[in-house]
Nanobody, 123 residues
Framework: QVQLVESGGGLVQAGSSLRLSCVASRLTSSNGYMAWFRQAPGKERVFAAGITWTGRSTLYDDSVRGRFTISRNNAKNTVYLQMNTLKPEDTAVYYC????????????????WGQGTQVTVSS
């Protein structure tokens, strides 16, 4: 059973940066597609960024492309989300997810989820 634990959230001002981390246990190349989703208050959980096992391919939602960067260090079993130039509309609970289906934007492609970390951006 893969377990995911997120950290790094917090309260920041607009224009600031944060780096989220997701430590994964029992992750392998067969289930190692990783993604960050986010859920704003009263809204659905949506895809933000994803990365393949090797890290060679990444995928971003248009709303974060150019501001967020997803990366991973398999030696540390960790996936990161570097968030720059944060905006109030980035306020959400950020979830780490792992799956074996491929690099997709849909929630159903990911089998394992963390508990989430809150990111709040004030204007």
């Amino acid at each position: 059973q893969v377990q995911l634990v997120e950290s790094g959230g917090g309260l920041v001002q607009a224009g600031s940066s944060l780096r989220l981390s997701c430590v994964a246990s029992r992750l392998t190349s067969s289930n190692g597609y990783m993604a960050w989703f986010r859920q704003a208050p009263g809204k659905e959980r949506v895809f933000a960024a994803g990365i393949t096992w090797t890290g060679r391919s990444t995928l971003y939602d248009d709303s974060v492309r150019g501001r967020f960067t997803i990366s991973r260090n398999n030696a540390k079993n960790t996936v990161y989300l570097q968030m720059n130039t944060l905006k109030p509309e980035d306020t959400a609970v950020y979830y780490c997810a792992a799956g074996r289906e491929g690099l997709y934007r849909t929630r159903s492609a990911y089998n394992y989820w963390g508990q989430g970390t809150q990111v709040t951006v004030s204007s």
